[in-house]
């Protein structure tokens, strides 16, 4: 039996079969997506999850997936989940958090997101945006979004600037699986006022195939987040080399307002750049920008509609886009 | 030479003096009227359909009472991407921690009636507070996590409680008076009334919530 199918199976009873958790906390989850796009692509996608804490305060988080689309090209509602047409553990991992006296402590094994940058699930998913960034989506010679790890992972600092850093194998689901062997992961992330900045540092293995993918990936970021008032910036800029001979640079750069007058509407707008080069002279350049909005239509069911524009190398996508979907999402305390 | 010492006079003096100091503490300590004593601690199951249920506020109009000038701290926990407890009762003018306690970031704000804020995004170990100081329900929601969910109810009474897992809540000191009872959950109409506690040879009163009725 895979690895994976063991934890699948170890997800799927614990979550249906609540009353082992009893006497501790286990919170569900499950969330559905039916989208659809001009770029004459439709997709549905289901998460299940279960996370809570078991005695001696160790916290635990399993998610599970299943996504499928008619067009496994392009990256419409690619946001955060994989489209592989099959069910998959996206994250399964113990945590245990340690406060003392004003200091961060938090371990965490099992497994989980690549911790470069902005990953956590949540910030990417349902966010307003149905697509991933250019420089976070699988086959842009970039990070994908759905790197996954199989590793521990250590945080240790203060509330206003920790260091994290993990050490594991690649894990991954999408349609960029990076070849297994030891990769390591540190990130500094620092408070300052309503801004949070981080840099990171990835070096792992190529996704490519080993016949012209030699050498190691290697990619650093930072990424920047502010909030106030209802509106939220953040971005991330990411350069480095996907294998050797090879560059990738791009960013981000999103902003999201929520604020009272605007009810259960939340606008969201992105504008993003991603530069690939060759020694060989192959090379993908693109530019992309985004503009929409995500409405809370009532409990647990919202709609997020996107309109998008392209320039450059990406020619599986018209120019102009709009891409709509619906999710409806419940809870389970 | 040891036990010479131990049975000395001095020694004997201040054992004497001693115990009568604690005799004398432990009088005064009776003596005063404590706050539980100056009034009636009011018990009470809310239901349901006539089943208990939790997460029921439960208060008592009391327009005379005084505000405290210091209230005890009062947190409402981000944890395991939950708002922990999921309904708060507060007294008007007090201020509510939330501390973020898990790894992701949490953005909590109320919108829509109530107390307004926005507390922006704020990491693990971080926490923002929030002086509540208006009576009325606020709903708060994180920003990041759409289904995380609870609700701050600050009253202006300092006779209030929330129902636990069994339905049980508890007013402490409760003066005897004739009351304005109300009873609010999530979803749905408030409930209110009069009251009386009854005479009591426990000293406690019961009071019985029921939105069957």
């Known amino acids: ?333 | 030479m040891a036990l010479k010492r131990l049975n000395s006079p001095r020694l004997r003096r201040a054992t004497s003096r001693l115990a009568l100091f604690l005799c004398l503490a432990t009088v005064a300590t009776l003596a005063v009227p404590t706050g539980a004593a100056e009034g009636t601690d009011v018990h009470g199951i809310a239901r349901i359909a006539g089943r208990p249920a939790p997460n029921i506020v439960v208060w008592l109009d009391a327009p005379n009472a005084q505000r405290p000038s210091q209230t005890a701290k009062v947190v409402l926990d981000q944890r395991n991407l939950n708002f922990s407890p999921h309904v708060l009762a507060v007294r008007v003018g007090t201020t509510v921690e939330f501390p973020n306690d898990d790894r992701v970031f949490h953005n909590v704000f109320s919108f829509r009636d109530g107390q307004v804020f926005d507390l922006g995004m704020y990491p693990i170990g971080a926490t923002r507070p929030v002086h509540f100081d208006k009576p009325g329900l606020s709903r708060i929601f994180c920003n990041i996590h759409p289904n995380m969910a609870a609700y701050v109810l600050a009253v202006d009474t300092p006779y209030f409680g929330v129902s636990d897992e069994s339905g049980a809540f508890n007013l402490p000191s409760v003066p005897p008076s004739r009351y304005t009872y109300h009873a609010w959950r999530a979803g749905a109409p408030e409930l209110s009334g009069v009251w009386t506690p009854g005479a009591s040879e426990s000293n406690d009163a019961k009071l019985a919530i029921d939105w069957s009725k």
């Not at chain 1, 279960?50 to 299943?66: L, Q, S």
């Not at chain 1, 842009?140 to 945080?155: I, M, P, T």
């Open chain 1, 1 to 333: 039996m895979r690895p994976n199918t063991v934890v699948l199976l170890v997800a799927v009873t614990c979550t249906l079969n609540a009353h082992v958790a009893r006497g501790q906390s286990i919170t569900t989850e499950g969330s559905i997506t039916a989208g659809t796009s001009s770029d004459e692509v439709s997709a549905v996608a289901t998460q299940l999850r279960a996370f809570g804490e078991v005695p001696d305060h160790i916290r635990y988080y399993v998610e599970t997936a299943w996504a499928t689309s008619s067009d496994d090209n392009s990256d419409a509602f690619g946001a955060a989940y994989p489209y592989r047409d099959r069910v998959q553990v996206i994250e399964a991992y113990g945590e245990r958090m340690f406060l003392p006296g004003g200091t961060v402590v938090g371990a965490r094994a099992g497994r989980y997101r690549t911790p470069f940058g902005i990953s956590s699930g949540s910030d990417h998913a349902y966010t307003g945006f149905l697509r991933a960034p250019l420089i976070r989506y699988d086959g842009y010679f970039a990070l994908s979004n759905n790197f996954l790890e199989h590793g521990a992972d250590l945080l240790v600092g203060v509330p206003r600037f920790t260091v994290e850093a993990s050490l594991g194998a690649p894990a991954d689901v999408g349609s960029a699986v990076r070849r297994s062997g030891l990769d390591s992961v540190v990130r500094l992330q620092s408070v300052f006022g309503p801004a949070i900045v981080g840099v990171s540092h990835i070096r792992t293995l190529p996704y490519q195939p080993a016949s012209f993918a030699f050498g190691h990936t290697d990619f650093t970021g930072i990424d920047v987040r502010w909030m106030r008032d209802g509106v939220q910036f953040r971005g991330e800029w990411i350069t480095g080399r996907p294998f050797n001979g090879t560059t990738t640079d791009g960013w981000y750069a999103d902003v999201m307002v929520h604020r009272v007058a605007m009810g259960p509407v939340t606008a969201v707008a992105r504008v993003e750049q991603l530069d690939y080069d060759t020694t060989t002279g192959l090379a993908l350049h693109t530019k992309r920008q985004t503009i929409g909005a995500r409405i809370r239509l009532f409990e647990g069911l919202s709609a997020q509609v996107n309109v998008l524009h392209h320039k450059g190398q990406l020619d599986q996508y018209r120019q102009a886009t709009i891409d709509v979907g619906v999710t409806y999402s419940v809870r389970h305390r």
